[in-house]
T-cell receptor, first 113, second 115 residues
Framework: GQQLNQSPQSMFIQEGEDVSMNCTSS?????WLWYKQDPGEGPVLLIA?????ELTSNGRLTAQFGITRKDSFLNISASIPSDVGIYFC?????????????FGQGTTLQVKP | DTGVSQDPRHKITKRGQNVTFRCDPI?????LYWYRQTLGQGPEFLTY????????KSRLLSDRFSAERPKGSFSTLEIQRTEQGDSAMYLC?????????????FGSGTQLSVL
């Protein structure tokens, strides 16, 4: 079945550093999404990507939809302590345009002040 | 702006008992989704509704699971004869469709522990 491979699994960085994480798949996706999840809470949408090659920013976050439609990356610049959490990539699956998503396993980010 | 609301936030039950969770979506959203998330994993799709119609169910949704959205507003997810493997976070999400794109907004989830 379809799978999303997310890397790295975890990162421990110093405040102020830039962060990069990526997501790959053997399948093509028409939509890539990046979510952040805090402990005990649901995922919150950070960035949505709808076109191959698209580069989108949201504040200090930048994400790109790979040209092959099989990968995406998320960059966080100048990290701050509140960036701590689990970051998930997700791809839209199934026919039609629905919220039926497949998620990666997540990248856990820890930021040292 | 009221987000997606889930109740209860936590549920502890004994194996074999039935449990029911409730989800109240964002009021103008016509699509509602249920996902399940186990520790260390990303959420997995279970089922979704458009208005009151249940349009798709995952193979993960065994016959012990049933979801309803009777009036096209709130939804319930019931698990009968719970098993320890049912322990997970159950997430509800709702969406509105603007143009060709759909964005999901998740609730805070119901954490189920089956003893």
């Amino acid at each position: 079945g379809q799978q999303l491979n997310q890397s790295p699994q975890s990162m421990f960085i110093q405040e102020g550093e830039d962060v990069s994480m990526n997501c790959t798949s053997s399948s093509i996706f028409n939509t890539w999404l990046w979510y952040k999840q805090d402990p005990g809470e649901g995922p919150v949408l950070l960035i949505a990507l709808y076109k191959a090659g698209e580069l989108t920013s949201n504040g200090r976050l930048t994400a790109q939809f790979g040209i092959t439609r099989k990968d995406s990356f998320l960059n966080i610049s100048a990290s701050i302590p509140s960036d701590v959490g689990i970051y998930f990539c997700a791809g839209q699956i199934g026919s039609g345009n629905t919220g039926k998503l497949i998620f990666g396993q997540g990248t856990t980010l820890q930021v040292k002040p | 702006d009221t987000g997606v609301s889930q109740d209860p936030r936590h549920k502890i039950t004994k194996r074999g008992q039935n449990v029911t969770f409730r989800c109240d979506p964002i009021s103008e959203h016509n699509r509602l989704y249920w996902y399940r998330q186990t520790l260390g994993q990303g959420p997995e799709f279970l089922t979704y509704f458009q208005n009151e119609a249940q349009l798709e169910k995952s193979r993960l949704l065994s016959d012990r699971f049933s979801a309803e959205r009777p009036k096209g507003s709130f939804s319930t997810l019931e698990i009968q004869r719970t098993e320890q493997g049912d322990s997970a976070m159950y997430l509800c999400a709702s969406s509105s469709r603007k143009g060709a794109n759909e964005k999901l907004f998740f609730g805070s989830g119901t954490q189920l522990s089956v003893l």
